[in-house]
């Protein structure tokens, strides 16, 4: 199974600032990779997909790159809607994998 | 507007069995490739079973065995059969749409399963 791993595990951050969470695979899946953001008690919110391509009505704020086994999501400066966690996952090759999450909080 | 919503969820003994159930609106079940991802308390995010619109099913080996994945065309409506259910099965279960390949687009409220004694 490939593993996903991201970091940080928490990042504290103010409105205004520019985040990036790191995904890095256990071996190469090319660009099939998504990000989701989550709040508490909702579903999941599909973001990124084939890591740099913005899903249609996501902000331009959310930028996703890399390839292989790492990647990033970035997003440029943050805004309170923002506040959340999110999750990569690999789509290259089943069992799909997530990674155990990036919780985004206020500093 | 694509909507998915599930129901069946509830309180289970070890060893029993539930059905979820994923109506969709908005997208066809039977050509749609249909997920199944669940979320323990606190946890983070386990795909648990595809479907594929020409009905190629793959599950998670942790449910390999027990749960089966399937569509009622007729009702436009997924569903998750769960056998031999355990304590680690507790989950907010969701049913999803996947897209482009892959990713999963558009996502239920999700249905709490909960396997105590």
């Known amino acids: 199974d490939i593993q996903m791993t991201q970091s940080p595990s928490t990042l504290s951050a103010s409105v205004g600032d520019r985040v990036t969470i790191t995904c890095r695979a256990s071996?190469?899946?090319?660009?099939?990779l998504a990000w989701y953001q989550q709040k508490p008690g909702k579903a999941p919110k599909f973001l990124i997909y084939r890591a740099s391509s913005l899903e249609s009505g996501v902000p331009s704020r959310f930028s996703g790159s890399g390839s292989g086994t790492e990647f990033t999501l970035t997003i440029s400066s943050l805004q309170p809607d923002d506040f959340a966690t999110y999750y990569c996952?690999?789509?290259?090759?089943?069992?799909?994998?997530f990674g155990q999450g990036t919780k985004v909080e206020i500093k | 507007e694509v909507q998915l919503v599930e129901s069946g969820g509830g309180l289970i003994q070890p060893g029993g069995s539930l059905r979820l159930s994923c109506a969709a609106s908005g997208s066809t079940v039977s050509s749609d490739h249909m997920s199944w991802v669940r979320q323990a308390p606190g946890k983070g995010l386990e795909w648990v079973s595809d479907?594929?619109?020409?009905?190629?099913?793959y599950y998670a080996d942790s449910v390999k065995g027990r749960f089966t994945i399937s569509r009622d065309n007729s009702k436009n409506t997924l569903y998750l059969q769960m056998n031999s259910l355990r304590a680690e099965d507790t989950a907010v279960y969701y049913c999803?749409?996947?897209?482009?390949?892959?990713?999963?687009?558009?996502w239920g409220q999700g249905t709490l399963v909960t396997v105590s004694s």
């Open positions: 999803a749409r996947g897209s482009r390949g892959g990713p999963l687009d558009y």
């Open positions: 996952q690999q789509y290259n090759s089943y069992p799909w994998t």
């Open positions: 479907i594929y619109g020409g009905g190629s099913t």
């Open positions: 071996q190469s899946i090319s660009s099939w």
